[in-house]
């Protein structure tokens, strides 16, 4: 492993998106989206991905200085352009849209096409939950979910994410795809040598497979719920009907139409679609915060079965990773990410990010 | 198993709603919610539910006569008092100011309190879905879900439904429970002295169990996902997430407030919350219906790991079982349900229900 300051590893960040030409405030907004996800202990997001966005802008498949625009608009509905700009930027522009509707009309939902990756979903909702709304963020993905009983994929890991302010300093906070796991943790399991529990990844054959390299090959995640026994078919419907909410609401790429997750900037833009909803709890009934810190403390408190491991309520481990990250202001990285970030420095001419190796 | 006209089921039930006092029209949207979980294969939500209504309107928890209410709203927002109507009363008042809501301003978003059990989630979603919008319908309901790492039950289990209207004569219908399986299927293969699948419920150690008996004593359903290696945790957040916008929003019971699910007429009202949602898919892209409908029929058309399997979209079992429940003019019960019903008959003195045992 290797240790990053915190405001090292975002210099950096900032600094390869800006030697492709990205404008000073589009490459900081991305580059925030990329540490939050490494200070909150999912790395798969956040400095991983650095790469894959330098690589769509060199060639031309995103267009980071572009600005996004409203289609269409309701009191409470927006359709917008992202016009290919960087996640960032089209994720920042919509959810404010969605805050602004909200704070007027009580809740508002809108969609976006022709976007980028916009990185991990729970960012996006947490910027309406700072404004003391309930705030829900959605994302089409490549696909990579086979859907129960195929041997295909056909939908991406299609996240949902709500976040919600309580009393007492406590939030909600859910993040989570709608396969069984995310990519990243077949590739974990691959790097250890271990095999994959049951319910994780198809084979070839579209039956369940335990064998990391041949799940990372063939790309096929089980949706959350695993096989059909246990209602896979569950984890399928909640894709698809993410998938519903973005590319096929907003006109994007959807579904089977969206590239393949192992492109690698070789040209077409992604047209990714999202969605973004902002409602406020003060619609409601008063002391939205209080049942909702009520409900989160006694989640933590109720018996565990091991003793050892307390019941965690939804976001406890990323909050947790995200405070022990910034008490020390530093980042960690496997090795394999120092060293590919040390050839993108290069390939880049911009100044390698510092790294302590442990 | 015992077949019954359809029309002749739904003539019993209204029978025995008026029986106890409720107005015609209340007892036959009551009844129209009922058949239709039996038509759709779902009996744990039909007629099998009928004799809990009935006892809570003797006991005097639910006040079917009585009228709901908006205590608060804004354009696109209604917070409704159920004032302890029966569900469907409730629901549908809800879900039609919904309605009405999103075809002024895009979108809107209604929580109700004070309600009762308001059976399948997918039928109100539907309701939305017949006007032209996407659909939405959450509602809390009694503790059964122990949350990851957790002994004790703290969530309903709280269902998600999703329906859309799609071109072709197509739709997307998503309904489901969060937890792994409704406690129906406990109940199953307790019938059918079977063994419990891995991830589906917990013994009073904490530890899955395949012992349905046991299980179902215990009443702690895992949630969707199974254990943490296989990522319950996402079940437990969406269960925690329709919870937040049912009985948190709402300011109905919640959580671990909500009455037990093996209540039986004992008093207290239960007090629930439900959710609806409403959005107009006409706000964003033109061709939302094409982009479902070819989704829709790509999923079916995906290669099955096993031919005689062929892939299927959400929603396409209900269907189906409704047509041929339509078909044969009929729903079937199993014995113990015709046999529940004669004794209700008899309690109530109402017309028994013509059955043909098969």
Same mark, same amino acid.
């Given at each position: 492993m290797g240790k990053v300051a915190t405001a090292e590893a975002m210099r950096f960040m900032v600094d390869c998106l800006k030697a492709v030409g990205t404008a000073a405030r589009a490459a900081e907004q991305q580059a925030e989206l990329l540490i939050q996800a490494d200070r909150f202990g999912h790395p798969s997001h956040g400095l991983n991905r650095l790469e894959m966005y330098v690589n769509d802008i060199i060639s031309g498949a995103c267009k980071p200085n572009n600005e996004p625009k409203v289609l269409k608009e309701s009191p409470s509905t927006a359709w917008i352009d992202a016009n290919n700009v960087l996640g960032a930027t089209a994720s920042h522009y919509a959810m404010d849209v969605a805050i602004n509707k909200a704070k007027q009309t009580g809740v508002a939902w809108v969609t976006v096409k022709g976007s980028n990756h916009n990185g991990m979903a729970g960012f996006w909702a947490q910027k309406a939950a700072d404004k003391g709304l309930i705030g829900m963020a959605f994302t089409n993905t490549s696909p990579l979910l086979a859907p129960t009983r195929s041997k295909q994929s056909a939908l991406g890991t299609n996240p949902i994410s709500v976040v919600a302010p309580a009393s007492q300093g406590e939030s909600f906070y859910l993040d989570m795809a /709608? /396969? #069984?796991? #995310?990519?990243g943790k077949i590739e974990m399991q691959r790097r250890k040598g271990e095999p994959l529990p049951a319910g994780w990844a198809q084979g070839p054959d579209g039956r369940e497979t335990q064998d990391a390299d041949l799940a990372f090959e063939t790309g096929c995640l089980m949706p959350l719920g695993g096989g059909e026994r246990t209602s896979g078919y569950k984890g399928f419907g909640l894709a698809a009907m993410v998938e519903l909410f973005c590319g096929i609401s907003a006109g994007a790429n959807y579904g089977h139409h969206v590239? @393949?997750? @192992?492109?690698? $900037?070789?040209? $077409?833009?992604?047209n990714l679609g999202h969605c973004f909803v902002a409602v406020d709890p003060e619609c409601f009934a008063p002391g939205f915060g209080d049942r909702l810190a009520e409900s989160i403390q006694h989640w933590r408190q109720l018996e565990p079965t091991d003793p050892d491991l307390p019941v965690l309520a939804p976001g406890d481990k990323e909050k947790k990773a995200a405070a022990e990250a910034d008490v020390k202001g530093t980042v960690s990285y496997v090795k394999q990410q120092i060293e590919s970030s040390a050839a993108l420095a290069e390939r880049l001419k911009v100044k390698p990010m510092e790294v302590e190796m442990e």
């Open positions: /709608t /396969t #069984a796991v #995310a990519v590239r @393949s997750w @192992s492109h690698s $900037g070789d040209g $077409g833009p992604a």
